[in-house]
């Protein structure tokens, strides 16, 4: 799998919006970009995933740069809920392996 | 929706014994099921992966003898610790894909908590 890159950890404020970057110099054309995130004691809960364009769901946006070698998911408005370890991850479509986590970014958030 | 159930959600057990951990899909029926380990402060590791009516793919360094997974049905797998030693103490997680996903994500069942005293 090409490998992602993530701040370790970020803080926040409650009810602003998030912007947690990625980088994946090294993604293949068939790889899609996932999101997942794993609150305390959690096991990991999807996020949303794109390929090139930009995603919007009822969680998050994922916002996809056009050369697709970096990646922002954006919490519009983060509640302490929000404060978990996100991953980024790459994996190609169609397919059915594991997944392979890095060590994602702690968010912080401050009431 | 798509809901993966774990169950126990916690166990602790003595030395030696052996504990299966089940993973249900409640609404979707999973082709594939996945089995990773979480220790503490760590990330998830993949320790295989397992299709319904065949025989589970370790990764590296897992042996097989040890924790041994059936895919019996299309919304259950099981994951048997054997001879558990403390060593083995640590969160265990199952995902599962749906049949009919063309962009293999995956979701995840809320994890067991394995204690070996």
């Known amino acids: 799998d090409a490998k992602t890159t993530q701040p370790n950890s970020m803080e926040s404020n409650e009810e602003e919006p998030v912007h947690l970057p990625c980088n994946h110099s090294t993604i293949s054309g068939t790889d899609y970009i996932h999101w997942y995130r794993q609150l305390p004691s959690q096991g990991p809960e999807y996020v949303i995933h794109?390929?090139?364009s930009n995603v919007n769901n009822r969680m998050a946006s994922l916002a996809i740069a056009e050369d697709r070698k970096s990646s922002t998911l954006i919490l519009h408005r983060a509640t302490l809920r929000d404060a978990a370890v996100y991953y980024c991850i790459l994996k190609p479509g169609g397919g059915a392996d594991g997944l392979t986590f890095g060590k994602g970014t702690h968010l912080i958030i401050q009431p | 929706g798509a809901v993966v159930s774990q169950h126990p959600s916690r166990v602790i057990c003595k030395s030696g014994t052996s504990v299966k951990i089940e993973c249900r899909s409640l609404d979707f029926q999973a082709t594939t099921m996945f089995w990773y380990r979480q220790f503490p402060k760590q990330s998830l590791m993949l320790m295989a992966t397992s299709n319904e009516g065949s025989k589970a793919t370790y990764e590296q360094g897992v042996e097989k003898d040890k924790f041994l997974i059936n895919h019996a049905s299309l919304t259950l797998s099981t994951l048997t610790v054997t001879s558990a030693h403390p060593e083995d103490s640590s969160f265990y997680i199952c995902?599962?894909?749906?049949?009919?996903?063309?962009?293999?994500?995956?979701?995840f069942g809320p994890g067991t908590r394995l204690t070996v005293l």
């Open positions: 794109g390929l090139t």
């Open positions: 995902s599962a894909r749906k049949a009919t996903s063309r962009y293999n994500e995956q979701f």
